[in-house]
């Protein structure tokens, strides 16, 4: 195994991530201990100079305060939080390298509206997902009333309106839903 620490390169076909944290946890096997790190920097896509996690198997990932970029347009949005699991393998650890393709996510705005349709900022949110690790997670509305989330194909449930919204993510790209407040 290499010296040089863990990189991990995080690769979108859509969107491009720019810069956040990403707290890191590998799943414990019965030879080794659990491995993670908190608080890892993301500059330019890349996090860089992690210690070695003990061998290979899944990798739970947990962004927070990403800033990407959309391609097409190259607009940038602020996603609070992020999660995924993915496979570390020995040829990863040996080339102390791992590509962490975000090539199926989606970008979901989530509009808050009062019931006169006008935006509504600083707003607590709940999503829930329902993927192969359920998850929930808090966000908060930024200042246009919006809540960008990056998504997986699922099924998906924004809270802190009159009711749940329900989402159904199928393909990459883009989707809109909006909540509306009493």
């Known amino acids: 195994m290499a010296s040089q620490g863990l990189t991990l390169r995080l690769v979108g076909e859509y969107f491009a991530v720019l810069r956040g944290a990403a707290n890191l946890v590998a799943e414990p096997t019965p030879e080794t201990a659990q491995w993670g790190v908190a608080g890892a920097k993301i500059i330019d896509g890349v996090i860089r100079d992690l210690t070695h996690p003990p061998g290979p198997g899944r990798l739970f990932i947990?962004?927070?305060g990403l800033t990407v970029q959309r391609l097409a347009d190259a607009r940038?949005?602020?996603v609070q939080h992020h999660a995924l699991v993915t496979e570390l393998t020995i040829l990863d650890l040996?080339?102390?390298?791992?590509?962490?393709?975000?090539?199926?996510?989606?970008?979901?705005?989530?509009?808050v509206r009062d019931s006169a349709g006008r935006p509504v900022p600083d707003v607590e949110l709940f999503v829930a997902a329902a993927l192969s690790e359920p998850i929930t997670f808090p966000g908060r509305s930024d200042a246009n009333g919006e809540l960008v989330v990056l998504a997986q194909s699922g099924y998906y449930s924004v809270?802190?309106?009159k009711r749940p919204?329900?989402?159904?993510?199928?393909?990459?790209g883009e989707q809109r839903v909006e909540v509306l407040l009493d």
């Open 76 to 78: 940038y949005f602020e």
């Open 94 to 111: 040996r080339e102390s390298e791992k590509i962490v393709g975000l090539v199926e996510h989606t970008v979901v705005f989530v509009s």
């Open 165 to 172: 919204v329900m989402l159904q993510v199928t393909q990459p």
């Open 62 to 64: 947990e962004f927070e």
């Open 159 to 161: 809270s802190g309106g």
